[in-house]
Structure formats: structure tokens, C-alpha cells
């Protein structure tokens, strides 16, 4: 079946630097990828998502990009601040609104 | 906002206790899932529901049954609790449509099996 590989499970940054979070998948036939932030207490939250017709996505400090061809997806967050701290997760799904593969989750964490 | 509702934040039962997860979302959303989460495995996906009285399994559905009387209400039912059942359960709905496709999550259910 799917699998989705993410990788770093911990990351920690000084406040102000970048952080990037990438993820695999093995079902090719896959085409929508969403990263989630779960905050402590509390369910994963989408921030960003993207459709395999796409090969980049911003949204302010967020940043996602896509390459079919080596079925990987990367996690890009410029000028970190420490409220970004949280359990990041990838997820695939071969059709939005369907049934989601997730990552195992990267556990952000921004020091001041 | 769109709201996803779990009947309880913390549960405690003891081994062999049949259990029940309510869930209700308030968007009048088609697609509903049930996810459990522990730590280093991430979310794994247990069951879903595109439609009323409709299920499908997920990955790992072993020990778990599901029921979809009411569109807004996906209950998650654990037969005979086991200790390996002790997790965090989280619910998600979504509207189904390919282009208003966010999974809204829940905040989560710790269930502890003594």
C-alpha cells in the first residue's frame, strides 16, 4: 500500500533561520499532498497543501514544493519564530478529500 | 467555523470493556475518518466513511468497528478494549469536494486501557 517517509523526526532551529521537512511517497498514482501542525493538546491543523499539477506553493512564511518525478514533497518555513514550534506532518492521498497517508511527524523546535 | 466535536478528551477502561468514540462534525461534511496517533508512528488511519450507513477500512482496522447512522455522528467501537489499544484517537470530516478538501481534525481522544 501507500507509504509516506518523512524525515527529520526532530529538528531544532535558532529563531530567524529556515526550516525544511521533507517526505517521500511510494504510490504514484498520488496527487495531493497537504502538511499539517499539530499544537500541543490539540488535532493537526492544515497550513499548506499542493496538487501534483503544481510544482510550487507560497503562502507568506510557508512554502511547499513538489517533484513528481522523484515522488518527494518538501516543507519550507522562512524566518522561524518560536510560536512555529509543533509536530509538522506530511500526508498523501491520490484524491483530495479522500482518505490521507501520513508522515510520522517532525517535531519543530525554534529557540529564542 | 467548521467544528469537529469528540465526546470525550480523556478515557479511562479496563480490558475486555466494550468502548465507544462519538465524533459529530457541525458542516453537514460527506467524509469522516478516524485516525489513532502514538508517538513515532504518526497517524495511522483505522476506518472511514464517504456517505451514511457506508464504511471502509483503513490500514489498520483489526479490533475496531464503525457506525454511520447520521451524517454529522462517525463512532468508533472498540469490541473488547486491549492495553495495545491504549492511543490517542483523532476524528476528521471533511466536505468530500475536490476543491474544498481540508480534513478538519478534532481535538482528540486519550484512551488509556488499564
Redesign the interface.
Known amino acids: ?1 501507500e507509504n509516506v517517509e ?1 524525515h527529520p ?1 526532530t529538528l531544532s532551529v535558532q529563531e530567524g533561520d529556515s526550516a525544511v521537512i521533507k517526505c517521500t511517497y511510494s504510490d504514484s498514482a498520488s496527487n ?1 499532498f ?1 502538511w ?1 501542525k499539530q499544537e500541543l ?6 497550513i499548506i ?1 499542493i496538487r501534483s499539477n503544481v510544482g510550487e506553493k507560497k503562502d507568506q512564511r510557508i512554502a511547499v514544493t513538489l517533484n513528481k518525478t522523484a515522488k518527494h514533497f518538501s516543507l519550507h518555513i522562512t524566518e522561524t519564530q518560536p510560536e512555529d514550534s509543533a509536530v509538522y ?1 506530511c500526508a498523501a492521498s491520490r ?11 517532525t517535531t519543530l523546535s525554534v529557540s529564542s | 467555523d467548521v467544528k ?1 466535536t469528540q465526546s470525550s478528551r480523556y478515557l479511562v477502561k479496563r480490558t475486555g470493556e466494550k468502548v465507544f468514540l462519538e465524533c459529530v462534525q457541525d458542516m453537514d461534511h460527506e ?1 469522516m ?1 478516524w ?1 489513532r496517533q502514538d508517538p ?6 483505522i476506518y ?1 466513511s ?1 456517505d451514511v450507513k457506508m464504511k ?1 477500512k ?2 489498520i482496522p483489526e479490533g475496531y468497528s464503525v457506525s454511520r447512522e447520521k451524517k454529522e455522528r462517525f463512532s468508533l467501537i472498540l469490541e473488547s478494549a486491549s492495553t495495545n489499544q491504549t492511543s490517542m484517537y ?1 476524528c ?1 470530516s ?10 478538519f ?4 481522544t486519550r484512551l488509556t486501557v488499564l
Open positions: 500500500g518523512q523526526s495531493y497537504p499539517y493538546g490539540k488535532g493537526p491543523q492544515l497543501d506532518f484524491e483530495a478529500g479522500t482518505a490521507l497517508i501520513f508522515g510520522k511527524g | 469537529v467524509n475518518f485516525y513515532g508512528l504518526g497517524l495511522r488511519l472511514f464517504y471502509e483503513g490500514d483523532l476528521a471533511t466536505l468530500g469536494l475536490a476543491e474544498y478538501n481540508e480534513q481534525f478534532g481535538p482528540g
